[in-house]
């Protein structure tokens, strides 16, 4: 089953986050003299500058040694922070702009493996990061492949997820039957590259990703559609998860949420901050990655000040 036309501009902004860098574009951006800047666009833009300080300041008590292992032992940093960042967005609104028109924002990457002869079957893994409720898990899922692929893959792949409407937790969001469509192309060699678009069957989240993968095919460009993967939290990859990560430097706790009448483990963050310092960490900060950390800055700002983004950034 294709994904409906109107989903495909999420692929458009998405490959416009991941090749532009954040708040350079013109019309993206507004002026920050204070001559400018309304009373509510300041606030915001204070709420936001506070929330990126703090992420900033989580380098420093990495090289405290601030964060000690569980067992007690020092425990090395993974990283600095700053240096992951990039370049500070000029302001709220920029940070916002790449998807300003959708709600509900969850960031995730993953990997895959795929065989098909022009029908097939893929199996892979999610990492997900719930920028509304503050939660990470980790998800597996598999389901039938259909379309003009013939061969074998194995990718990686990163994107934006959207929800019409607040879910309960990340398990909510990420839980249960999706539909995708997936544009793959030869690079060189058995190098290739890929855009996928996904929906829930009941429209309530969709989405999109963008990644490379290794493997062989008959064809240069392909087309494939999976009509009914099934996505279920994995427990066990959330714990390794969250033993990855630092309890005080990210603000962090392992809880269980209850979906579907079963306990599943969720990595809680406390503040926006948290979640951003630890996408950026897991990605490397590239540009995917740093457009999410800011993304979930701005939110956070949001919160903090009580607007929406229509009124924060008209």
């Known amino acids: 089953m294709s994904i409906s036309s109107s989903r495909w501009p999420l692929l458009a902004a998405l490959a ?19 001559e400018d800047l309304t009373e509510v666009e300041g606030s ?16 420093d008590a990495q ?9 007690g032992a020092a425990r090395p940093a993974a990283g600095s922070v700053k240096i992951l960042a990039g370049k500070r967005p000029s302001g709220i609104c920029a940070a916002l702009a790449p998807f300003k028109a959708f709600d509900h924002p969850y960031f995730f990457m993953g990997g895959a493996l795929s065989a098909q002869a022009r029908s097939g079957y893929q199996a892979g893994l999610d990492l997900v990061w719930d920028l509304d409720n503050l939660q990470a898990a980790t998800f597996v899922f598999h389901g039938p492949v259909f379309g003009t692929t013939r061969g074998v893959s194995a990718g990686a792949y990163a994107g934006f997820g959207f929800a019409t409407s607040k879910k309960s937790s990340v398990l909510d969001a990420w839980s249960g039957v999706f539909q995708s469509a997936t544009v793959s192309a030869s690079l060189v060699g058995v190098l290739g590259a890929s855009g996928t678009g996904f929906r829930s069957p009941d429209n309530s989240l969709l989405g999109g990703s963008i990644g490379i993968s290794v493997g062989v095919s008959d064809l240069p460009v392909n ?18 998860y969250d033993g990855r990560i630092w309890d005080c430097t990210f603000g962090k706790s392992l809880r269980s949420v209850t979906y579907d009448k079963k306990p599943h483990k969720v990595v809680q ?14 990605t490397g900060g590239n540009a995917l990655g740093q457009s999410a950390a800011y993304y ?6 949001l919160r903090q000040s009580g607007l929406t983004v229509s009124q924060a950034c008209p």
């Open 63 to 71: 090289k405290a040694g601030a964060c000690p292992a569980r067992d």
């Open 16 to 34: 416009a986050s991941s090749t532009l860098a954040i708040g350079c574009a013109a019309d993206a951006e507004r002026s920050s003299s204070s």
């Open 296 to 301: 979930a800055l701005a939110l956070g700002a």
């Open 223 to 240: 087309v494939d559609a999976a009509p009914a993967s099934v996505w279920s939290a994995w427990d066990a990859g959330t714990e390794a």
């Open 269 to 282: 963050f406390q503040r926006s901050r948290g979640i951003a310092a630890a996408i950026l960490w897991e």
């Open 44 to 59: 915001a833009n204070a709420a936001f500058d506070d929330e990126v300080d703090g992420m900033l300041a989580l380098a």
